[in-house]
Protein backbone atom coordinates (compact mmCIF):
# COMPACT_ATOMS: atom_id res chain seq x y z
CA UNK A 1 0.00 0.00 0.00
CA UNK A 2 2.58 2.47 1.00
CA UNK A 3 4.69 1.15 -1.82
CA UNK A 4 1.62 2.23 -4.60
CA UNK A 5 1.10 5.47 -2.68
CA UNK A 6 5.02 6.20 -3.62
CA UNK A 7 4.41 5.38 -7.11
CA UNK A 8 1.32 7.64 -6.97
CA UNK A 9 3.48 10.30 -5.65
CA UNK A 10 6.05 10.03 -8.72
CA UNK A 11 3.67 10.27 -11.06
CA UNK A 12 1.84 12.94 -10.02
CA UNK A 13 5.02 15.00 -10.04
CA UNK A 14 5.91 13.63 -13.39
CA UNK A 15 2.85 15.05 -14.65
CA UNK A 16 2.68 18.45 -12.79
CA UNK A 17 6.35 18.75 -14.09
CA UNK A 18 5.29 17.90 -17.75
CA UNK A 19 2.16 20.24 -17.10
CA UNK A 20 4.05 23.08 -16.45
CA UNK A 21 6.38 22.80 -19.17
CA UNK A 22 3.58 22.50 -21.27
CA UNK A 23 2.31 25.84 -20.25
CA UNK A 24 5.12 27.71 -20.14
CA UNK A 25 5.99 26.87 -23.92
CA UNK A 26 1.81 28.04 -24.87
CA UNK A 27 2.98 31.14 -22.91
CA UNK A 28 6.08 31.58 -23.96
CA UNK A 29 4.53 31.35 -28.01
CA UNK A 30 1.37 33.38 -26.97
CA UNK A 31 3.68 36.17 -25.37
CA UNK A 32 5.87 36.52 -27.90
CA UNK A 33 4.11 36.64 -30.91
CA UNK A 34 5.86 37.24 -34.36
CA UNK A 35 5.10 40.62 -36.14
CA UNK A 36 2.62 40.41 -38.94
CA UNK A 37 2.85 42.16 -42.31
CA UNK A 38 2.56 43.30 -44.92
CA UNK A 39 5.87 45.24 -44.95
CA UNK A 40 7.26 47.39 -47.29
CA UNK A 41 8.38 45.77 -50.41
CA UNK A 42 11.55 45.94 -52.21
CA UNK A 43 13.30 46.04 -55.26
CA UNK A 44 16.83 45.45 -57.03
CA UNK A 45 18.32 49.09 -57.43
CA UNK A 46 20.91 48.48 -60.77
CA UNK A 47 23.41 50.95 -61.45
CA UNK A 48 23.35 52.76 -64.45
CA UNK A 49 26.15 51.55 -67.50
CA UNK A 50 28.53 54.40 -66.69
CA UNK A 51 28.24 52.74 -63.47
CA UNK A 52 32.16 51.40 -61.82
CA UNK A 53 31.12 47.60 -61.76
CA UNK A 54 29.21 48.13 -64.92
CA UNK A 55 32.25 49.62 -66.98
CA UNK A 56 34.47 47.38 -65.42
CA UNK A 57 32.43 44.22 -66.49
CA UNK A 58 32.06 45.50 -69.76
CA UNK A 59 35.29 44.16 -71.43
CA UNK A 60 34.71 40.57 -70.33
CA UNK A 61 31.00 40.78 -71.64
CA UNK A 62 31.41 42.88 -74.50
CA UNK A 63 31.90 39.55 -76.77
CA UNK A 64 30.31 36.86 -74.66
CA UNK A 65 27.25 35.43 -76.60
CA UNK A 66 23.78 36.16 -75.08
CA UNK A 67 23.43 32.94 -73.26
CA UNK A 68 27.06 33.08 -71.56
CA UNK A 69 27.97 34.37 -67.94
CA UNK A 70 30.93 35.57 -66.96
CA UNK A 71 32.06 33.07 -64.30
CA UNK A 72 34.84 33.20 -61.55
CA UNK A 73 35.70 30.46 -59.44
CA UNK A 74 36.97 31.42 -55.56
CA UNK A 75 38.58 29.00 -54.06
CA UNK A 76 40.91 30.70 -51.73
CA UNK A 77 39.12 32.04 -48.82
CA UNK A 78 41.13 35.30 -48.38
CA UNK A 79 40.66 35.95 -52.06
CA UNK A 80 36.98 35.20 -51.52
CA UNK A 81 36.93 37.83 -48.63
CA UNK A 82 39.08 40.18 -50.78
CA UNK A 83 36.64 39.79 -53.45
CA UNK A 84 33.58 41.04 -51.65
CA UNK A 85 35.02 43.79 -49.53
CA UNK A 86 36.66 44.86 -53.55
CA UNK A 87 32.84 44.76 -54.45
CA UNK A 88 30.89 46.62 -51.77
CA UNK A 89 33.76 49.33 -51.92
CA UNK A 90 32.87 49.56 -55.94
CA UNK A 91 29.01 49.66 -55.24
CA UNK A 92 27.66 53.32 -56.38
CA UNK A 93 23.88 51.98 -56.40
CA UNK A 94 22.74 49.49 -54.27
CA UNK A 95 24.42 46.09 -52.37
CA UNK A 96 22.13 43.05 -51.33
CA UNK A 97 23.29 40.59 -49.10
CA UNK A 98 21.74 37.18 -48.13
CA UNK A 99 23.47 34.92 -45.25
CA UNK A 100 22.62 32.08 -43.51
CA UNK A 101 25.04 33.04 -40.54
CA UNK A 102 26.85 36.44 -39.77
CA UNK A 103 29.76 35.76 -37.17
CA UNK A 104 30.25 38.63 -34.39
CA UNK A 105 33.91 38.52 -34.95
CA UNK A 106 36.93 40.37 -37.22
CA UNK A 107 35.32 39.31 -40.62
CA UNK A 108 32.07 39.95 -39.26
CA UNK A 109 33.03 43.23 -38.40
CA UNK A 110 35.02 44.08 -41.49
CA UNK A 111 32.31 43.46 -43.39
CA UNK A 112 30.03 45.66 -41.65
CA UNK A 113 32.22 48.20 -41.45
CA UNK A 114 32.28 48.36 -45.16
CA UNK A 115 29.16 48.12 -45.71
CA UNK A 116 29.00 51.43 -42.93
CA UNK A 117 31.57 53.15 -45.48
CA UNK A 118 29.09 52.17 -48.75
CA UNK A 119 25.78 53.24 -47.16
CA UNK A 120 27.49 56.83 -46.35
CA UNK A 121 28.07 57.24 -49.85
CA UNK A 122 25.23 56.47 -50.49
CA UNK A 123 24.17 52.56 -51.34
CA UNK A 124 21.28 51.43 -50.82
CA UNK A 125 22.19 48.38 -48.43
CA UNK A 126 19.62 45.41 -47.76
CA UNK A 127 20.82 42.97 -45.02
CA UNK A 128 18.79 39.88 -44.90
CA UNK A 129 19.95 37.18 -42.25
CA UNK A 130 18.84 34.28 -41.01
CA UNK A 131 17.73 34.46 -37.39
CA UNK A 132 19.12 31.51 -36.57
CA UNK A 133 22.78 32.49 -37.84
CA UNK A 134 22.36 36.34 -35.39
CA UNK A 135 23.93 35.02 -32.24
CA UNK A 136 25.06 38.11 -30.38
CA UNK A 137 23.88 40.22 -33.23
CA UNK A 138 21.02 41.49 -31.84
CA UNK A 139 21.90 45.26 -30.79
CA UNK A 140 24.61 45.46 -33.65
CA UNK A 141 22.07 44.65 -36.07
CA UNK A 142 19.55 47.13 -34.07
CA UNK A 143 22.11 49.76 -34.27
CA UNK A 144 22.94 49.02 -38.14
CA UNK A 145 19.37 48.82 -39.51
CA UNK A 146 18.82 52.71 -37.62
CA UNK A 147 21.24 54.05 -39.84
CA UNK A 148 20.87 56.20 -43.38
CA UNK A 149 20.70 53.42 -46.43
CA UNK A 150 20.59 50.18 -44.67
CA UNK A 151 17.48 48.41 -44.11
CA UNK A 152 18.00 45.19 -42.14
CA UNK A 153 15.49 41.97 -41.91
CA UNK A 154 15.71 38.99 -40.25
CA UNK A 155 14.40 35.40 -42.18
CA UNK A 156 12.22 33.55 -40.14
CA UNK A 157 13.03 35.27 -36.45
CA UNK A 158 12.98 33.74 -32.73
CA UNK A 159 10.18 35.71 -31.10
CA UNK A 160 12.04 35.24 -27.80
CA UNK A 161 15.57 37.10 -27.81
CA UNK A 162 16.99 36.09 -25.18
CA UNK A 163 16.02 32.30 -24.23
CA UNK A 164 15.60 31.17 -28.10
CA UNK A 165 15.63 27.22 -26.97
CA UNK A 166 11.82 28.07 -25.67
CA UNK A 167 10.37 29.67 -28.63
CA UNK A 168 12.45 26.97 -30.60
CA UNK A 169 10.31 24.51 -28.39
CA UNK A 170 7.42 26.51 -28.66
CA UNK A 171 7.29 26.29 -32.23
CA UNK A 172 9.68 23.37 -33.50
CA UNK A 173 7.39 23.36 -36.92
CA UNK A 174 8.45 26.64 -38.40
CA UNK A 175 11.85 27.50 -36.54
CA UNK A 176 13.33 23.71 -37.53
CA UNK A 177 13.11 25.22 -41.20
CA UNK A 178 15.91 27.94 -41.67
CA UNK A 179 16.93 30.03 -45.08
CA UNK A 180 20.55 28.10 -46.15
CA UNK A 181 21.14 30.75 -49.42
CA UNK A 182 24.05 33.26 -49.64
CA UNK A 183 24.32 35.33 -52.13
CA UNK A 184 25.55 39.02 -52.55
CA UNK A 185 24.56 41.06 -55.26
CA UNK A 186 26.79 44.20 -56.21
CA UNK A 187 24.97 47.25 -57.84
CA UNK A 188 22.40 44.48 -59.94
CA UNK A 189 25.08 43.83 -62.04
CA UNK A 190 27.51 40.96 -60.41
CA UNK A 191 27.02 38.63 -57.67
CA UNK A 192 29.03 36.20 -55.28
CA UNK A 193 27.26 32.65 -54.76
CA UNK A 194 28.42 29.93 -53.06
CA UNK A 195 28.95 27.81 -49.69
CA UNK A 196 30.85 30.35 -47.50
CA UNK A 197 28.73 32.56 -44.72
CA UNK A 198 30.58 35.43 -42.95
CA UNK A 199 32.84 34.76 -39.99
CA UNK A 200 36.48 34.00 -39.09
CA UNK A 201 35.65 30.90 -39.79
CA UNK A 202 35.37 31.02 -44.11
CA UNK A 203 37.81 33.74 -44.98
CA UNK A 204 40.91 33.45 -41.91
CA UNK A 205 42.88 30.88 -42.59
CA UNK A 206 44.71 31.49 -38.83
CA UNK A 207 40.96 31.14 -37.28
CA UNK A 208 41.03 29.77 -33.67
CA UNK A 209 38.25 26.91 -34.81
CA UNK A 210 39.69 26.29 -38.08
CA UNK A 211 39.31 27.25 -41.70
CA UNK A 212 36.13 25.51 -43.51
CA UNK A 213 37.39 24.70 -47.10
CA UNK A 214 34.88 25.88 -49.20
CA UNK A 215 33.95 27.50 -52.74
CA UNK A 216 32.25 30.83 -54.09
CA UNK A 217 32.01 31.64 -57.18
CA UNK A 218 31.53 35.30 -59.04
CA UNK A 219 28.77 35.24 -61.93
CA UNK A 220 28.10 38.53 -64.23
CA UNK A 221 25.86 38.69 -67.66
CA UNK A 222 22.70 37.48 -67.81
CA UNK A 223 22.21 34.85 -64.76
CA UNK A 224 22.60 38.14 -62.64
CA UNK A 225 18.66 39.55 -62.89
CA UNK A 226 17.83 36.25 -61.68
CA UNK A 227 19.83 36.40 -58.64
CA UNK A 228 17.82 39.62 -58.15
CA UNK A 229 14.55 38.19 -58.20
CA UNK A 230 15.78 35.52 -56.27
CA UNK A 231 16.69 38.13 -53.28
CA UNK A 232 13.73 40.47 -53.88
CA UNK A 233 11.65 36.80 -53.52
CA UNK A 234 13.16 36.46 -50.26
CA UNK A 235 13.67 39.76 -48.97
CA UNK A 236 9.74 40.35 -49.54
CA UNK A 237 8.34 37.01 -48.50
CA UNK A 238 6.11 36.54 -45.12
CA UNK A 239 8.95 35.28 -43.18
CA UNK A 240 11.04 38.02 -43.88
CA UNK A 241 10.78 40.56 -40.65
CA UNK A 242 12.17 43.86 -40.73
CA UNK A 243 14.80 44.19 -37.59
CA UNK A 244 12.94 46.75 -35.89
CA UNK A 245 9.95 44.66 -35.13
CA UNK A 246 12.33 42.15 -33.43
CA UNK A 247 15.52 44.39 -32.03
CA UNK A 248 13.38 46.88 -30.87
CA UNK A 249 15.86 51.01 -31.12
CA UNK A 250 19.07 51.49 -30.11
CA UNK A 251 19.86 54.34 -28.43
CA UNK A 252 22.50 56.87 -29.85
CA UNK A 253 25.02 56.40 -26.99
CA UNK A 254 24.48 52.71 -26.89
CA UNK A 255 25.13 52.44 -31.12
CA UNK A 256 28.10 54.81 -30.34
CA UNK A 257 29.30 52.13 -28.22
CA UNK A 258 29.07 49.66 -30.51
CA UNK A 259 30.76 51.12 -33.21
CA UNK A 260 33.62 51.86 -31.15
CA UNK A 261 33.94 48.12 -29.67
CA UNK A 262 33.90 47.35 -33.66
CA UNK A 263 37.00 49.47 -34.11
CA UNK A 264 38.66 48.55 -30.83
CA UNK A 265 38.31 44.89 -31.53
CA UNK A 266 39.54 45.57 -36.04
CA UNK A 267 42.70 47.09 -34.09
CA UNK A 268 43.83 44.18 -32.30
CA UNK A 269 46.93 42.53 -33.42
CA UNK A 270 44.88 39.50 -34.63
CA UNK A 271 42.68 41.99 -36.89
CA UNK A 272 45.74 43.70 -38.12
CA UNK A 273 47.76 40.40 -38.89
CA UNK A 274 44.31 39.18 -41.45
CA UNK A 275 43.67 42.90 -42.63
CA UNK A 276 47.26 42.74 -44.01
CA UNK A 277 47.12 39.17 -45.34
CA UNK A 278 43.83 40.99 -47.26
CA UNK A 279 45.68 43.54 -48.66
CA UNK A 280 48.27 41.86 -49.67
CA UNK A 281 45.83 39.15 -51.32
CA UNK A 282 44.13 42.85 -52.65
CA UNK A 283 47.27 44.13 -54.55
CA UNK A 284 47.65 40.58 -56.20
CA UNK A 285 43.91 39.84 -57.11
CA UNK A 286 41.22 42.15 -58.24
CA UNK A 287 37.96 40.49 -58.88
CA UNK A 288 36.77 43.94 -61.27
CA UNK A 289 40.36 44.21 -62.81
CA UNK A 290 41.37 44.16 -66.35
CA UNK A 291 43.80 40.95 -66.10
CA UNK A 292 40.72 39.14 -64.08
CA UNK A 293 40.42 35.61 -65.32
CA UNK A 294 36.46 34.36 -65.87
CA UNK A 295 35.32 31.58 -67.82
CA UNK A 296 32.31 32.43 -70.99
CA UNK A 297 29.89 29.63 -69.70
CA UNK A 298 26.04 28.90 -69.63
CA UNK A 299 25.19 29.61 -65.44
CA UNK A 300 22.03 28.52 -64.35
CA UNK A 301 20.82 29.69 -61.24
CA UNK A 302 18.24 27.25 -59.33
CA UNK A 303 16.40 27.77 -56.11
CA UNK A 304 14.39 26.85 -53.47
CA UNK A 305 11.09 29.42 -53.19
CA UNK A 306 10.94 31.28 -49.72
CA UNK A 307 7.58 29.29 -49.46
CA UNK A 308 9.64 26.03 -48.70
CA UNK A 309 10.28 27.42 -45.53
CA UNK A 310 6.59 27.21 -44.40
CA UNK A 311 6.06 23.72 -45.46
CA UNK A 312 4.09 24.82 -49.24
CA UNK A 313 6.97 23.69 -51.82
CA UNK A 314 6.77 19.86 -53.51
CA UNK A 315 7.62 18.12 -56.14
CA UNK A 316 9.38 19.65 -59.02
CA UNK A 317 10.01 23.44 -57.52
CA UNK A 318 12.22 21.93 -55.23
CA UNK A 319 16.10 22.87 -55.74
CA UNK A 320 17.37 18.76 -55.30
CA UNK A 321 14.86 18.10 -58.20
CA UNK A 322 15.63 20.83 -60.51
CA UNK A 323 19.39 19.81 -59.84
CA UNK A 324 18.73 16.42 -61.14
CA UNK A 325 17.43 17.97 -64.22
CA UNK A 326 20.08 20.58 -64.45
CA UNK A 327 22.97 18.39 -64.05
CA UNK A 328 21.81 15.90 -66.37
CA UNK A 329 22.16 12.06 -66.22
CA UNK A 330 25.34 11.36 -65.75
CA UNK A 331 27.67 8.67 -68.43
CA UNK A 332 30.36 8.91 -67.01
CA UNK A 333 31.33 10.40 -63.84
CA UNK A 334 29.67 11.79 -60.83
CA UNK A 335 31.84 13.83 -58.72
CA UNK A 336 29.83 14.53 -54.92
CA UNK A 337 31.66 17.24 -52.46
CA UNK A 338 29.25 17.57 -49.64
CA UNK A 339 30.39 18.36 -46.51
CA UNK A 340 26.73 16.80 -45.10
CA UNK A 341 25.79 13.53 -45.67
CA UNK A 342 22.72 11.92 -45.39
CA UNK A 343 22.32 9.93 -48.59
CA UNK A 344 18.99 7.74 -46.82
CA UNK A 345 18.01 4.07 -48.15
CA UNK A 346 16.63 6.20 -50.99
CA UNK A 347 19.84 7.79 -52.20
CA UNK A 348 21.54 4.85 -51.57
CA UNK A 349 19.17 2.95 -53.99
CA UNK A 350 19.45 5.86 -56.62
CA UNK A 351 23.63 6.13 -56.77
CA UNK A 352 23.01 1.77 -56.95
CA UNK A 353 21.23 2.71 -60.01
CA UNK A 354 23.82 5.07 -61.35
CA UNK A 355 26.90 3.39 -60.56
CA UNK A 356 25.39 -0.32 -62.59
CA UNK A 357 25.24 1.89 -65.36
CA UNK A 358 28.90 2.28 -65.71
CA UNK A 359 29.41 5.90 -63.88
CA UNK A 360 31.95 6.45 -61.56
CA UNK A 361 31.07 7.42 -58.70
CA UNK A 362 33.60 9.62 -56.07
CA UNK A 363 32.08 10.73 -53.01
CA UNK A 364 33.89 13.29 -50.52
CA UNK A 365 32.45 14.11 -46.76
CA UNK A 366 33.70 14.79 -43.68
CA UNK A 367 35.00 12.22 -41.19
CA UNK A 368 33.84 12.32 -37.54
CA UNK A 369 37.62 14.18 -37.04
CA UNK A 370 36.62 17.08 -39.12
CA UNK A 371 32.50 17.78 -38.65
CA UNK A 372 31.32 20.50 -37.19
CA UNK A 373 27.90 18.90 -36.59
CA UNK A 374 28.90 14.83 -34.74
CA UNK A 375 24.79 14.37 -34.90
CA UNK A 376 25.00 14.36 -38.88
CA UNK A 377 27.58 12.12 -39.01
CA UNK A 378 25.41 9.59 -37.61
CA UNK A 379 22.66 9.74 -40.54
CA UNK A 380 25.97 9.34 -42.71
CA UNK A 381 28.13 6.58 -40.68
CA UNK A 382 25.41 3.42 -41.28
CA UNK A 383 24.75 3.71 -44.76
CA UNK A 384 28.54 3.36 -45.35
CA UNK A 385 28.81 -0.22 -46.33
CA UNK A 386 25.58 0.31 -48.32
CA UNK A 387 27.29 2.93 -50.98
CA UNK A 388 30.78 0.86 -50.79
CA UNK A 389 28.52 -2.10 -52.11
CA UNK A 390 27.02 -0.14 -54.50
CA UNK A 391 30.16 0.82 -56.41
CA UNK A 392 31.07 4.29 -54.96
CA UNK A 393 34.77 5.39 -53.64
CA UNK A 394 34.28 6.68 -50.70
CA UNK A 395 36.34 9.18 -49.08
CA UNK A 396 36.51 11.12 -46.12
CA UNK A 397 37.99 14.46 -45.63
CA UNK A 398 41.14 14.50 -42.53
CA UNK A 399 41.57 17.05 -40.23
CA UNK A 400 45.82 17.05 -40.84
CA UNK A 401 45.66 18.73 -44.16
CA UNK A 402 48.42 20.98 -44.94
CA UNK A 403 48.59 23.99 -47.99
CA UNK A 404 52.23 22.20 -48.86
CA UNK A 405 50.19 19.67 -50.52
CA UNK A 406 48.10 22.08 -52.97
CA UNK A 407 51.44 23.98 -54.33
CA UNK A 408 51.73 23.84 -58.01
CA UNK A 409 47.97 23.60 -58.78
CA UNK A 410 46.36 26.29 -61.20
CA UNK A 411 45.10 28.96 -60.09
CA UNK A 412 41.31 28.22 -59.00
CA UNK A 413 41.27 24.80 -58.81
CA UNK A 414 39.30 23.31 -55.78
CA UNK A 415 40.05 24.62 -52.52
CA UNK A 416 42.49 26.78 -54.12
CA UNK A 417 46.35 26.34 -55.29
CA UNK A 418 48.12 27.79 -52.09
CA UNK A 419 46.10 28.71 -49.18
CA UNK A 420 47.37 31.45 -47.71
CA UNK A 421 48.71 32.13 -44.40
CA UNK A 422 48.50 28.35 -43.89
CA UNK A 423 51.89 26.42 -43.32
CA UNK A 424 51.44 24.09 -41.28
CA UNK A 425 47.56 24.13 -40.94
CA UNK A 426 45.91 21.07 -38.96
CA UNK A 427 42.46 22.40 -38.52
CA UNK A 428 40.33 22.07 -41.84
CA UNK A 429 36.95 20.73 -42.38
CA UNK A 430 35.26 20.74 -45.58
CA UNK A 431 32.40 23.12 -46.35
CA UNK A 432 32.40 22.88 -50.39
CA UNK A 433 28.98 21.71 -51.94
CA UNK A 434 30.25 21.14 -55.29
CA UNK A 435 29.04 18.43 -57.85
CA UNK A 436 30.20 17.88 -60.91
CA UNK A 437 28.96 15.43 -63.78
CA UNK A 438 30.93 14.23 -66.90
CA UNK A 439 33.85 17.10 -66.63
CA UNK A 440 31.31 19.67 -68.26
CA UNK A 441 28.72 20.66 -65.85
CA UNK A 442 29.14 21.70 -61.92
CA UNK A 443 26.91 22.47 -59.09
CA UNK A 444 28.25 24.87 -56.88
CA UNK A 445 25.91 26.33 -53.97
CA UNK A 446 25.04 25.84 -50.39
CA UNK A 447 23.03 22.38 -51.14
CA UNK A 448 24.05 19.60 -49.11
CA UNK A 449 23.10 15.88 -49.23
CA UNK A 450 20.80 15.16 -46.82
CA UNK A 451 16.74 15.49 -45.89
CA UNK A 452 17.55 19.03 -44.56
CA UNK A 453 18.77 20.53 -47.60
CA UNK A 454 16.24 18.32 -49.64
CA UNK A 455 12.74 18.96 -47.56
CA UNK A 456 13.54 21.88 -44.56
CA UNK A 457 15.80 24.66 -45.89
CA UNK A 458 15.81 26.75 -48.41
CA UNK A 459 18.92 26.59 -50.66
CA UNK A 460 20.53 28.07 -53.39
CA UNK A 461 23.34 27.57 -56.03
CA UNK A 462 24.58 27.77 -59.50
CA UNK A 463 24.95 25.01 -62.39
CA UNK A 464 27.70 25.81 -64.72
CA UNK A 465 28.09 24.21 -68.20
CA UNK A 466 31.86 24.88 -68.52
CA UNK A 467 33.88 21.72 -69.42
CA UNK A 468 37.06 24.04 -68.17
CA UNK A 469 35.67 24.48 -64.87
CA UNK A 470 34.46 20.52 -64.19
CA UNK A 471 37.60 19.14 -65.54
CA UNK A 472 39.42 21.60 -63.05
CA UNK A 473 37.48 20.69 -60.23
CA UNK A 474 37.80 16.88 -60.89
CA UNK A 475 41.71 16.98 -61.65
CA UNK A 476 41.77 18.26 -58.59
CA UNK A 477 40.15 16.07 -56.79
CA UNK A 478 42.41 13.58 -57.74
CA UNK A 479 45.57 15.09 -56.89
CA UNK A 480 44.19 16.88 -53.91
CA UNK A 481 42.37 14.30 -52.39
CA UNK A 482 43.75 11.50 -51.52
CA UNK A 483 46.61 13.11 -49.16
CA UNK A 484 44.16 14.81 -47.64
CA UNK A 485 41.10 12.13 -47.08
CA UNK A 486 41.02 8.43 -45.62
CA UNK A 487 39.59 6.23 -48.28
CA UNK A 488 37.19 4.22 -46.80
CA UNK A 489 36.82 0.23 -48.00
CA UNK A 490 35.42 -2.49 -47.54
CA UNK A 491 37.47 -5.83 -46.37
CA UNK A 492 37.09 -9.57 -47.65
CA UNK A 493 35.08 -9.96 -44.16
CA UNK A 494 32.57 -6.91 -45.12
CA UNK A 495 34.30 -4.66 -42.53
CA UNK A 496 35.13 -1.07 -42.83
CA UNK A 497 38.81 0.07 -43.93
CA UNK A 498 40.40 3.90 -43.61
CA UNK A 499 43.93 3.97 -45.18
CA UNK A 500 46.02 6.85 -46.80
CA UNK A 501 48.95 7.28 -49.15
CA UNK A 502 52.13 6.24 -47.07
CA UNK A 503 49.87 5.29 -43.44
CA UNK A 504 49.26 1.82 -42.04
CA UNK A 505 45.70 0.56 -42.74
CA UNK A 506 43.00 1.55 -40.05
CA UNK A 507 40.62 -1.09 -38.39
CA UNK A 508 38.40 1.53 -36.67
CA UNK A 509 37.15 4.46 -37.58
CA UNK A 510 40.30 7.22 -36.86
CA UNK A 511 39.52 10.65 -34.66
CA UNK A 512 36.44 8.72 -32.67
CA UNK A 513 36.65 8.67 -28.78
CA UNK A 514 35.18 5.61 -27.57
CA UNK A 515 32.84 7.56 -25.27
CA UNK A 516 31.50 8.87 -29.08
CA UNK A 517 31.68 5.66 -30.81
CA UNK A 518 28.57 4.97 -27.67
CA UNK A 519 26.88 7.99 -29.03
CA UNK A 520 27.13 7.42 -32.77
CA UNK A 521 25.66 4.25 -31.76
CA UNK A 522 22.53 5.57 -30.15
CA UNK A 523 22.18 8.19 -32.39
CA UNK A 524 22.25 5.67 -35.76
CA UNK A 525 19.17 3.92 -34.11
CA UNK A 526 17.24 7.03 -33.44
CA UNK A 527 14.23 8.40 -35.99
CA UNK A 528 15.74 11.50 -36.67
CA UNK A 529 16.96 11.04 -40.29
CA UNK A 530 14.64 12.99 -41.87
CA UNK A 531 15.86 16.53 -39.88
CA UNK A 532 19.64 15.73 -40.04
Known amino acids: MERDLIHLVLW ?30 GQTLIAPESGVIAQALRARLADAPKDKSAVQL ?17 AEVSLDLQYYIWQNDTAGALMLRAVREAAARGV ?37 RRARVLGYLSD ?83 AAALLQ ?12 TYRDTLQASERSFAILGADAKVILAEAQLIYDPPAKIRGMIRGRKLLWQCLIGALGQPSQELLLITPYL ?133 DSFAQFIPERAWQVRLSRAQRLRWSRPGQPELKREPGVPRTHRVFLAIAQRLPIEWML
Open 342 to 474: VPTRTGVRLLRRIARTGVTIKVLTNSYATTDVPIVHSGYAHRRRAMLRAGLELYEYAPDAEAEHARGMRPGQFMGSAIKGTSPFSRNKLHAKVFAVDRARVFIGSFNLDPRSMRLNTELGVVISAPEIAERIS
Open 261 to 272: KAELRLSASEAR
Open 74 to 90: LADPVDAFAARLELIAA
Open 172 to 254: FRRLNRRMHNKAMVADGRIAILGGRNIGDDYFDPNSESGLFMDMDVAVSGPIVPTVCEQFDLYWNAIPAIPARLMLGICPEAE
Open 12 to 41: ALLAGVITLIALTLVVARLSHRRPRGPFAS
Open 124 to 160: RVRLLIDDNGTAGMDRILAALDQMPEIEVRLFNPFPI
